[in-house]
Structure formats: C-alpha cells, structure tokens
C-alpha cells in the first residue's frame, strides 16, 4: 500500500509540471509552458494561390500565343511538274512520252519510282524541273537535241554550253527563279508546261 502511494504522489508531481524541459506539444516554447506570442499564424491573403491559372498553363494570366512556323510564307516548290500532278524527286522522276503525232503532238505523263531498273525507256526522263528539286547546290539542266527536243531533263553541276552535242538549258520556276543575271524565267518552246531561263 506504501509503495504505490510513493508511485502515486511522483505520477502527480510529474502531471503537474514537475518535470523539466520543453514541452512536447509546443516545440517553440524553450520550457515556459506558454505559447510563444510573438509568434503569428500566417495571413490567408497572402500566400501565393495555389490554383491553377485559368488559361491553361500561361504563369503571367497572359495567353501564349502559337508562333507560326519559320517558313510558313516560304513559297514550297510542290516537286516536279508532271502533266497534271508533280512528282516527288527524291522517289521518283516524270516521264513524258509521245502520245499523238497528228494534227499535232500531244503528250502523256507518269511519275515512275527511281529504283526501277529501266526508267522512261520510250519518252523524256525529267528528274527535276528547277534548281529546288536538287541537292547539294546543283542545278536543273536539259539536254536539249539537233531536233528542238529534249533527251533529258537532270541536275548536274553546271548548265551552260554545249555538252556531248546537247545545248544545256537552265530549267525554272517562275515562282522562284533561279536564273542568271540578265535572264528572266519563261516558257519553253520545245517542253511546254515547263520553263527556261532565257
């Protein structure tokens, strides 16, 4: 009985604020038992919003707007003409062949893939029409026979002169000429639907 009246009187003591050291409830009071009034809750009004802002992303309140691409006015030259479709010179090359002689000659048109073995066997090989449908700086040159006609339309290094009996012309496009000083860019006579500088 003597023993836990002792056990009894120390519970008490430490109940009542016996014991020492900071309180475990308030970790800024150093042990007085009271709550620190310097210390004051924050204002709601200002912490920062924690909502998401209303457009979507923009951290200002301000709309991003899409910035067009770079070369979205840059006219793009639509590959190589090719009767009344283009084709795509990196694929494929247009071959133009004789339909009709008489009363005058007509002709017929046909994107054909570059990996065929044989290509335009019957008609004029046109691989580019202007400077754009070549690579590395090379420019679209035909081949132009005795005959006012055309053997070959390709891009080669350069065009000018007369080459292995062919009278080199620069092939065109009007809406982004490529000529020399001096030319201007127009319609062949001897390929019609396609121009020359001249």
């Known amino acids: 009985m003597r023993g ?7 519970l008490a003591a430490v109940a009542c604020g016996g ?6 409830l308030d970790p ?3 042990g007085t038992g009271e709550p620190d009034s310097s210390v004051t809750p924050p204002d709601a ?8 802002p209303e457009d979507g992303g923009a951290t200002d309140g301000a709309v ?5 691409p770079e070369d979205a006015n840059k006219y793009q030259d639509p590959g190589v003409a090719c009767g009344q479709t283009d084709c795509d010179p990196s694929t ?3 071959c133009r062949t004789v339909t009709t002689y008489y009363p005058q000659i007509t002709y017929g048109y046909a994107c054909e893939p570059l ?6 066997a019957a008609g004029t090989s046109i691989y580019c029409d202007d400077d754009q449908d070549c690579d590395g700086g090379q420019v679209c040159c035909g081949d132009l026979g005795y005959n006012s006609g055309y053997a070959k339309v390709s891009c080669k290094e350069t065009c000018s002169g007369v080459v292995l009996g062919y009278t080199q012309i620069h092939f065109c496009d009007p809406n982004a000429p490529d000529c020399d000083v001096n030319q ?9 639907g396609y121009f020359v500088c001249q």
């Open 115 to 120: 990996s065929d073995l044989v290509k335009c």
């Open 28 to 30: 800024s009071d150093a």
């Open 19 to 24: 014991a020492s050291g900071p309180s475990l």
């Open 4 to 10: 836990r009246t002792i056990a009894w009187l120390a």
């Open 92 to 94: 494929s090359l247009c």
């Open 64 to 68: 991003a707007d899409a910035a067009p």
């Open 184 to 192: 201007t860019c127009g319609a062949s006579q001897a390929a019609p």
């Open 45 to 52: 009004s200002s912490q920062p919003d924690a909502s998401p």
